[in-house]
């Protein structure tokens, strides 16, 4: 079983995100606030993240800096244009980046190439 | 050996010279010398012997052993017996008591003088463990005799219980305090004296401090004397403890019964007096409501008659009854302030506020008259003061417009400075000091002293001269120190004047962008803008309608709360202006009527209260019965516009539901988004109008805040949300509104947002039921 936790204050984007993938298959963990993020990391030990940009209550430069402790797997996701998402996911070295709202088809074929190539 | 005055009785002349010889030539004197018992103790006070010599044998009725007892009875002296017998009998006698010597006759003179000595000492010994004896017996005398006097005079009741509630002592106090006898207290139980009704509470204090071990204690309670008086009785109680076994209780009680008539009557008076105070403080709230409401006619009608055409003369009258208007308005402001004062009702209501406008705003009110007499206004705000500051700004306001009006008012030549200046920063707050000096006619120290009390100008002709209530500058001292700082004043006589402030501010949170504060009223916005005015007062009625009508807004009227649901149920309204008080309905009934309707746009039309009541407790009601915002009366036509103003974006979106439709949803898109999932079809639709539904509500609290960074945050997480419906345009417009800085183009795009939202949240509705009926089916 895989896990994937979701960050996101907009709860619509995980339950979509949720609702895509088979439950049997990937186990989808949300997460509206980064206050509790680490214990639930040390917990649910994730195989990836996927998370938002902007977050109330914390700065893009803070979640950069908080995302550069966190060793899992991150995948950025974000309704600014693509270059300035780009331009985070380059600062905290995320494996991939998806404007919102997220297509569907494009996530989906990443997560098969990305669990497949980890499963190597 | 020391010499002694001896007394020597003997019956036989020749012994007797012997022995005096004897005692002489050893030194000692021979002060008395007889033949008989009777005589001896006769004179035994005048000749104080310190010892004497007794023979056994005398010539009178008593013997020696009889005489020698007699005298011991009264003074102390040593006896040292003579006596030709050696019989067992006499001897005991002698021995019995270890006071008494003897010699046995014939004796050598050694012998003699050598017992002599020997007696001496042992009385001297026994003689002085006497006295010792007998002055602790006579201390211990004192000591009681001290404390039974203390115990027998003061003036509470001191006595015993044991522990089934027996007395075991009463002094006189308890006597005449319980109008029982001593006799009958000691036969009496201490709970046949409580009130009936206390019987049981005073048993449990009792049980209680004997079982906790409470060692002092404190009671109350009323107690019936013999003759049926009832008597308050406070006691104060200390365990009796024997080889730390509880034996008892000592209790010293007083009677407090006019105490406690004292207390009560206190107690009456002080609620009294409170209740007077709170028909004051109502009182003059009523009053100054009574005298608002006409005043503001006379403001709004003054003004609507400047508009005219007048002649100079006319203008001239106008001008006046302004300025008198003007004036009684302040007197009114300023004794409701200090009655609020006096009440401990005037709150400070903080909010963020741009300092320098505040003090711009100050200074234009009092530049017109500076020019007319013909002095300088000059003032500077150091540069590191932040912007914005977090504190009352109506009441800042309200301070530096008395000090500077005092200023201007009481200089003649010269002018004013007003400086203010930053005192220290932390990361929260900021200290800022305010000096406002004058060249005026100053103030000498007698003037000084009283010049923060109420009603007092500096003489009495000074106030005719001058004019004004004398209540300002007691205001300004009380609302500073409410906020946390302090005033000081330094002043000459034809010096000038020179008031000192020292406020504390708190820093802004949110960060302010400066065009807000500066922000024109754009006119052309508000025609046609429907607004329904529900206000009793006829004359009111007509001002604001007219205020009103020069803005080209299309004002509806309501007599009260009745007719203007009425109205609302067929007409559509903008915004609507509430008075508070009216007769058949009033403004709070009716807003909460308007609050709970089942209509959701007419639910959330915007509210403005009127209220000519401006106390906190009001404006609190007002806004706990649905206002969005209050007005206080009177007010001036262009607040009243402006605040209509910041209203508009949500009052033109809601009125633009009505009859708008809205960017129809793309099925195909929410599909394509659902990723042929269609399990979640329902739940993903029901999630996005509650996410709408939220939205909308935070849209509009921050448009009456004007915060534009938190509604850009809004329009940020809105946007995937519209286009996962394939709302195109909507996302487009919310991504543009991100990177607005036009204020205008902020607002239309925000009015389109705030339009459309509930429209698309009735597209989803519908979609939602015919996703549920098809699932039924």
Redesign the interface.
Known sequence: MKKVVVID?????F??IK??LNPNYIDVQYLNSLDKIIPMLNGFKPDLIISDI?I?GISSTELIALFKQIAYPKVLVS?MDIQDIEFFARQIDAINYFN??IN??LL?QFLQDFFASNNK | MKPLDIIVVEDEKIVATDICNCLTSAGHQVIYQTSSGEDCIRNIHLHQPELILMDINLSGALNGIQTAEAISELIPVPIVFLTAYSDSKTLNQIKRNGEYGFVIKPFQDLELLTEIDLTLNRFTKTYELLKDRDYSHRTLQETETFFRQIVNNVSDSIYRIDLHGNFTYVNPIAVSQTGYSEDNLLRMRYTNLVRNDYKQSVYFFFKNIFEDEINDSYLEFPIIAANGDEKWIGQKIHLIKLRNQITGFQVIARDITHEREFKEQLIIAKSNAEKTAEIKSRFLANMSHEIRTPLNGIVGVVNLLNQTNLSEKQKTYLNAITSSSNQLMGIINDVLDLAKIDADKLELDCTDFNIEDLFQSVVAVFEMKCIEKQINLEWFIESRIPKFLNGDPVRLNQIIYNLLGNAIKFTEKGGILLQVELLSSTSDDVSILIRISDTGIGMDEQALNMVFEAFTQAEDHMSRKFGGTGLGLTIVKKIVEIHGGEISVKSQPEQGTSFELVLPFKKCKEIHSLTNSNEPVFQEELECFRILLVEDNKVNQMVTKDNLEAFKVVVTIAENGKDALELLKDEIFDLILMDMQMPILDGYQTMRAIRNSEDLILKQIPIIALTANAIDAEIKKCFDCGADDYLSKPFKPNVLIEKIHTFFPISQALSLCLKSKSEPINQETFE????G?A??YG??LK??KN?FHSEWNAMKAEILKRNDSALK?IA??I???L??LGLTEMADIT?SIEKMENVVEINNALSFVMVNLPLINNQIEALYEKYEKSNTN
């Open positions: 204050d907009n709860p619509l984007m339950h979509l609702g895509w902007l109330p309704s919102k709202p569907p088809k989906f | 394509f988004y659902l990723n999932r399990s979640i739940f993903t999630e996005l996410t945050m940020h997480r946007k995937p949300n286009s996962i991504d």
